[in-house]
């Protein structure tokens, strides 16, 4: 294909755009991953992961791998074959990683939810509750369903947990969730939590990070399901001296370390509110187109990705491919039961009003082009308004002219 002019306008829900001094950051030579210095590197990464999961108490593990070897480590280094688990299937990726457990030989009970749901705290107390043998060993839960645009209540998951009075671990992909919208490791007592290195963390690919707690650490020795690549164990072993069982991505690590700086510049509470703001304005616009979200309402309506149903009789994969090919602006594809059904918006990472704003205008014109009947600039006047008025930064707004 000829060179196209200008930036492609990166608007899937991951891989995010990367800050241009990550970018410069990992522009490193190869290096000796044993030497003397190495540690230097790797030991703050550690500290740094650990604010963002929230956590004192938890121990992070990074992996060469991408959000689907956490999900993988968290199962195998804590559950035995025939172990039962809990789970809620509402998307693809908590249909994945379902479909993993049970690959792995658990016993996994589904609680099947509509897609543009989340998990049902009350549900889950439930099923706990009726488990007087404590059979279930773990909950798991996708904090953020990425191929719907919805949000599960972890707090409340924790809350109904503790009223059930089950011991179970409370597992949790925060993949698309982590360092964009809130996430409370020791307050929501998540055993393991699970993340990759290409959304919120604002990097390429290619790390996966599973964050546990002392007591999922401490039921390991149980854990009869095979491992080695994932094993903890041999981490357990190396990381404390800032070294890694296996060659590490050493560039990624030097673009976490810049990208860990610059999460601290922002500071967390403004980043969670950044994505707040400009994900409000996403919504403002597909109110004003006059389409529905994937999620069915506010209660699961998600900060870093928005799921956009498109009216009957017309095909959302061609909406997205027209915006790729004539508008060099990436949206996301619909996954598995609602392929062409949706596009989604991927507001999650490095990212400002005005990006949002050409993501919103590309994805309008594609729509028009395509024969959506909405009214041209409406989505963009609409989220221009909510952003004059809310700012993305947490200071007082300057006032307005009249
Ligand atoms: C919520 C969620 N979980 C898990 C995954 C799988 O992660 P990865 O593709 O990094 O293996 C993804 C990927 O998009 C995701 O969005």
Redesign the pocket.
């Known amino acids: 294909m000829a060179r196209r002019p200008g930036r492609n306008f990166l608007f899937v829900?991951?891989p995010t755009n990367v800050p241009e001094r990550v970018l410069r950051a990992m522009v490193v030579s190869q290096e000796d991953h044993r030497s003397p210095i190495f540690p230097e590197l790797t030991k703050p990464l550690y500290e740094g992961l650990k604010k963002v999961f929230k956590t004192k108490d938890g121990q992070v593990f990074i992996f060469p791998s991408?959000?689907?070897?956490g999900?993988e480590a968290a199962l195998t280094n804590t559950l035995a074959p025939g172990d039962k688990v809990l789970t809620a299937r509402f998307g693809q990726?908590s249909h994945?990683?379902t479909d993993m457990a049970q690959r792995l030989g658990l016993d996994v009970e589904v609680q099947e939810e509509e897609w543009g749901t989340g998990a049902h705290e009350e549900k889950i107390e439930e099923a706990l509750v009726a488990d007087k043998e404590h059979r279930i060993k773990a909950v798991m839960v996708?904090h953020?369903?990425?191929a719907t645009g919805v949000t599960s209540n972890i707090g409340a998951i924790r809350k109904a947990m503790d009223a059930a009075g089950h011991p179970a671990l409370l597992f949790v992909?925060s993949?698309?969730g982590l360092a964009s919208i809130d996430f409370r490791f020791d307050e929501w007592k998540v055993d393991c939590a699970v993340s990759?290195s290409?959304?919120g963390l604002m990097l390429p690919?290619g790390l996966?990070f599973v964050c546990v707690s002392q007591k999922a650490l401490g039921v390991r020795k149980n854990a009869g399901l095979n491992k080695v690549y994932f094993d903890f164990q041999d981490h357990i072993n190396t990381n404390p001296s800032g070294y890694f069982p296996y060659t590490p991505a050493t560039p990624l690590l030097h673009g976490l370390r810049e990208a860990l700086q610059c999460i601290e510049d922002e500071g967390l509470e403004n980043i969670f509110h950044r994505h707040h703001v400009l994900a409000e304005a996403t919504r403002r616009a597909v109110n004003a187109w006059g389409l529905k979200l994937c999620a069915k309402s506010e209660r699961w309506h998600s900060d870093t990705v928005s799921a956009i149903m498109v009216p009957e009789g017309i095909d959302a994969a061609k909406i997205i491919r027209h915006a790729y090919d004539r508008y060099n602006l990436a949206l996301g594809a619909g996954l598995s039961k609602v392929a062409g059904k949706v596009f989604r918006i991927g507001h999650i990472g490095d990212l400002n009003e005005l990006m949002l704003l050409g993501a919103i205008a590309g994805a309008e014109m594609s729509m028009l082009d395509n024969g959506v009947k909405i009214q041209a600039g409406s989505g963009v006047g609409a989220a221009q308004e909510y952003l004059r008025d809310n700012p993305i930064e947490r200071q007082a707004a300057t006032p307005k002219a009249a």
């Open positions: 829900p991951g991408s959000g689907t070897g999900w990726f994945l990683w996708v953020n369903e990425t992909d993949v698309s990759g290409q959304k690919a996966g």
